[in-house]
C-alpha cells in the first residue's frame, strides 16, 4: 500500500519561496506519476502540478506556471514542489497524490498524503 507524507509547508511573506517534499513508500516509486494538489477551504481540491513516472514530463495548472517548478529523486522516493514568488492567494492545504493506472487527475489518483499548510502573509 502506497504512503504519502508531506512536509515543507509553513508560513512565509508574499514574494518568498517554499519547498515542499512528498516522501513515497509502500509500492516501486518510479512507477507512478506524482501530482500535487491544493485545497482551499470550502472548495474542492485543485490540480497545481504534475510529472510522469517516465520521462520526466511535468504540467502546470495556468496560476502557477512559471512561479512552481515540480520534480522527483527516484533515488529519494521524493516528490518535489518549488514555490516561488509567493502570493496569498497560494494560502492553501497542498497535498500530494501517486497515480499507477489511467491518465486523469484526479479520478485516477491512487493515493493521498495528509496535506501541508502553506500560508502566504500578504
Known amino acids: 500500500q502506497v504512503q504519502l507524507v508531506e512536509s515543507g509547508g509553513g508560513l512565509v511573506q508574499a514574494g518568498g519561496s517554499l519547498r515542499l517534499s512528498c516522501a513515497f513508500s509502500?509500492?516501486?516509486?518510479?512507477?507512478?506519476?506524482m501530482a500535487w494538489f491544493r485545497q482551499f477551504p470550502g472548495k474542492e481540491r485543485d490540480f497545481v502540478a504534475g510529472?510522469?513516472?517516465?520521462?520526466?514530463?511535468?504540467y502546470y495548472a495556468d496560476s502557477v506556471k512559471g512561479r512552481f517548478t515540480i520534480s522527483r529523486d527516484d533515488a529519494k522516493n521524493t516528490v518535489y514542489l518549488q514555490m516561488n514568488s509567493l502570493k496569498g492567494e497560494d494560502t492553501a492545504v497542498y497535498y500530494c497524490?501517486?497515480?499507477?493506472?489511467?491518465?486523469?487527475?484526479?479520478?485516477?489518483?491512487?493515493?493521498w498524503g495528509q496535506g501541508t499548510q502553506v500560508t502566504v502573509s500578504s
Open positions: 509502500g509500492r516501486t516509486f518510479s512507477r507512478y506519476a
Open positions: 510529472i510522469s513516472w517516465i520521462g520526466g514530463s511535468t
Open positions: 497524490a501517486a497515480r499507477l493506472f489511467g491518465n486523469s487527475w484526479p479520478a485516477n489518483a491512487g493515493s
